[in-house]
Every structure is written in C-alpha cells, then in structure tokens.
C-alpha cells in the first residue's frame, strides 16, 4: 500500500531538476506575489511576513519516512503551494534534511524575499536555488507578479545580486514570458540588463502552457521563445512543456517527419538518464498518450529501446547496447 504524505509528492520528472521529490512548506496559497500566470490559483493571503507556517518537525516526519522506504530521485525539492522562503523554518529545515540524506536539495523560490539577509542565509543551505524574474522594471513587475505594496522592484532586485555575490551554489533563474505583456523588445532588453546584474548560472525561459489565475494569458509562439532565448546567450534555455499534437489530428503534411523524430529523441535522452514509463513519459514532456506510443513504437523498431517489467508497470529503457549518458 502507498503511504499517503500531506507534504510531499513524487517523485515526479521534472525539465529541470531531473526525478524530484516535492516538498510543500507553505499552506496554498500564502504568497508574497499574485501572479497573473500562476497555476495554482490566486493568492489568499498576501504577505511578507515570515512564520512557521507548516512545522519542521512535521515535514521532517514525512521525508524521514520516505527515505526509509527507499528514496530515489536527483533532488529533494522545497516548494509550497505559495512561496517557501516564508516558512522561517526553512534553513532548519535544509539542516535536518541533510542528517537524513545525500540527496542533493533543491530551492524553488520568487526570489522577492531574497532582500532580507536571514532569507539569503536560509536559501543559501540549498544545493541550487531556482528563483524567477518575469520583468526588468517596476509597472512590468506590479503588471505580473502584482506583489504586495511594500515590495518595491529594485528591492527585490537588489536581493537577488546581493545573493548571488555571496551564494557559491547555482542559481538557474527561471524567466516566464507572456505574449503582448513582456515580450516587447524594450521589456526583453530590461530583463536582459537585470539578469547581467544578477549572474545567474542558467536562465530558463517558460510561458504559458498550463492554465493560468487570469484568463487570456496567452503563451509565446515556440519559435519566438527560442529567438529570446537566443538573444538572452548561451547558458538560456526553453524550458516551457508544449504539448504535442496527437499525431492523428493533424493532416500528414502537417505532422512532419522531422516533428515525430524530434518527440522519439527527446524521449530516448530521458530514458538514457532512467527507466521511465509511458505515464511518466508524458508527464514529463508534456506528451499525449497516442504521441509518447508512436515514438516508443519508431525507437522499438530501430532496436534502439527495450521494455522491462517492475511491480506489474512496463518501463522503457535504452537496449542494452547502448552507451550511458554521464548528465
Ligand atoms: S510566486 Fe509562484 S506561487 Fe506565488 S503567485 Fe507567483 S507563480 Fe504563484
């Protein structure tokens, strides 16, 4: 039987950190921001003050349990159904998990409380800390991140440069673009000049592609991602899950040859890294159940994949000739 957690979930493939086990320290939704793009809904209590708001020992319990079950995955990862840098019992937090564990620890944070320096110090525990900048001035940031009254953008600013000439970790800050809202070149060019200020080691660039707290916030054209992403340098990436046509609704001169290989390589460089099911398979790129069966069915053909069995659930793996992939 799977023991049910109020805290964690996963693990789950993730774009960035690999196979992630969830770790929720904020109640949803206690946020600094209130998004317009969020996923998780609008924010229900506004605020900048730091609490407790969900107990070490409580989470601690959870993971403990977890671990003890066999944990497998490429990082423990603290989020919240809201922002976690608000639990004060983060660095804590961070501290125990490590008398536990190995497993490398992530941070997913806004980044906004980054300008107090007991939040730089707690963050600064984590592995890698994944904060986000959606604008690169204060009417874009009141516009997106709509953040409570007192938080000023050159404050949040000034927290994530003031974090990162001290934090040794990486930071791969992460960009969330919207269509006709920060994407004109005098918005690209003001994100630009901050993220030069902040050194960050990676940039990931998203959109909306998942519902959102406002209606029509519209994602950007896959092709106008890249070209930012391009403009922004080399350590920026797409990370942004497009979902996949399915196969079969699109006219065959739609449905080009160079698409189906595209969705067949990007599987087999995941299932180099693990076995992997089909439901995790989709999960983690965003695929139809139709679309991940083609590719599976080309990479079977090619002898490039073979299939083994686990607990009564079919995993894919590369064929054992294959050579290991070393990210
Ligand atoms: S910071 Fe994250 S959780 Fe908070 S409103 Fe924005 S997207 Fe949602």
Same mark, same amino acid.
């Given at each position: 039987m799977t023991t049910q957690y109020a805290h964690l979930y996963g693990p789950v493939p993730s774009r960035r950190l690999g196979l992630s086990l969830g770790v929720d320290i904020? !109640?949803?939704?206690?946020? @600094?921001l209130d998004c317009i793009y969020c996923q998780i809904g609008r924010t229900s209590l506004a605020t900048l003050v730091r609490k407790p708001y969900l107990p070490a020992s409580e989470v601690l319990a959870e993971l403990s349990d977890r671990i003890g079950q066999g944990l497998a995955c490429d990082y423990i990862t603290l989020t919240g159904s809201?922002?976690? @840098? *608000?639990?004060?019992e983060l660095g804590c937090l961070i501290d125990q998990i490590r008398t536990l564990t190995h497993i490398p620890i992530a941070l997913i944070t #806004?980044? @906004?409380?980054?300008?107090d320096p007991a939040v730089r110090f707690d963050a600064a525990r984590a592995d890698v800390v994944l904060p986000s900048l959606d604008a690169g001035n204060e009417a874009a940031f009141r516009k997106? #991140?709509? +953040?409570? *009254?007192?938080?000023a953008f050159q404050t949040f600013l000034q927290g994530l440069i003031d974090f990162r000439a001290r934090y040794q970790g990486r930071i791969w800050l992460e960009v969330f673009l919207i269509e006709g809202v920060n994407t004109s070149d005098a918005e690209i060019q003001s994100l630009k000049d901050c993220i030069a200020r902040i050194r960050p080691d990676k940039v990931h660039l998203n959109t909306a592609v998942r519902p959102t707290a406002? !209606?029509?916030i519209k994602p950007l054209d896959p092709a106008l991602l890249q070209a930012i992403a391009q403009r922004m340098g080399p350590d920026c990436e797409v990370i942004a899950d497009f979902p996949i046509a399915h +196969?079969?609704?699109?006219p065959e001169s739609l449905h080009s040859l160079a698409q189906a290989d595209q969705t067949a390589e990007s599987i087999f460089a995941m299932l180099k890294r693990r076995p992997c099911s089909i439901d995790d398979l989709c999960s983690a790129l965003a695929l139809t159940r139709t679309a991940a069966l083609a590719a599976l069915k080309m990479l079977t053909a090619a002898n490039r994949i073979c299939t083994t069995s686990k607990a009564g659930r079919v995993f894919y793996a590369p064929a054992p000739d294959t050579p290991p992939t070393d990210s």
């Open positions: 904020v !109640p949803a939704k206690v946020c @600094t809201g922002e976690p @840098t *608000l639990n004060t #806004n980044g @906004t409380l980054l300008y997106i #991140n709509r +953040p409570c *009254l007192d938080l406002e !209606p029509g +196969p079969h609704h699109l």
